[in-house]
């Protein structure tokens, strides 16, 4: 088996994010925490973008928030799944995260970067969600999920106030989908105080039954 090479190195908020690469595999790495993503495993964050897509079906104009750019797979799904008219907003904290997908592994999900429907925020979402309130959906796929942080700072984004900001930022009928490597009750209860209709989604981290399973959870804004 090909060996991993190290492609880039970032340094961002105290924290070291390294860029491998195995032939068509890429790996993002931090430090104590090991591998953040896999380019191999992304069905999951799939399943999520898919869910809410569905959730606003019909919707013209929709605009659509993505948190957490990661490895490009959950925007490319969001686009895949809506149409010429959507308008999607990506919200990615790290820079060199951004410069990877552009530079490296846009390939892979087949460059929704260059989509003219897509606007980068390089930026926290919670700082998004508070500028614009006008989100058909929402979709938080940001560290690993409400249980496990690699930034501290994300703890604030899974809190009681950060789903009222997340609510506060929906329009009626409007869904936010938030993806975890595990499950979280206390998380669940959290949505449901937030206001949200809330159900719930085990996906694959690989289209066939082998790997992770993740949990989505699906919460709806009442209204129309």
Request: charged share 20%; glycine share 8%.
């Amino acid at each position: 088996m090909l060996p991993f090479i190290l492609i880039d190195t970032a340094l961002w908020a105290g924290t070291t994010l390294r860029l491998y690469q195995r032939g068509d595999e890429f790996s993002i790495r931090v430090d104590k925490a090991g591998e953040l993503m896999n380019s191999r495993a992304h069905h999951s964050e799939e399943v999520l973008a898919e869910i809410a897509c569905k959730c606003i079906a019909g919707r013209k104009n929709p605009h659509l928030l993505v948190g957490g750019l990661g490895m490009g797979f959950t925007l490319a799904a969001v686009l895949l799944h809506t149409g010429s008219d959507a308008q999607v907003t990506v919200s990615e904290l790290i820079p060199a995260v951004v410069r990877w997908n552009r530079d490296y592994m846009g390939r892979l999900s087949g460059f929704p970067l260059a989509d003219a429907r897509v606007q980068v925020q390089e930026m926290d979402v919670a700082r998004v969600m508070q500028v614009s309130h006008q989100f058909d959906a929402i979709m938080l796929d940001v560290d690993n999920g409400p249980s496990s942080f690699t930034c501290e700072n994300n703890n604030a984004l899974y809190s009681n106030a950060g789903l009222a900001l997340a609510y506060a930022a929906l329009k009626a009928g409007g869904v936010l989908t938030v993806w975890s490597a595990c499950t979280d009750d206390a998380f669940t209860q959290r949505m449901n105080k937030a206001g949200f209709a809330v159900t719930q989604q085990r996906a694959g981290s690989h289209q066939s039954k082998r790997g992770n399973r993740h949990n989505i959870w699906i919460g709806v804004r009442p209204g129309s």
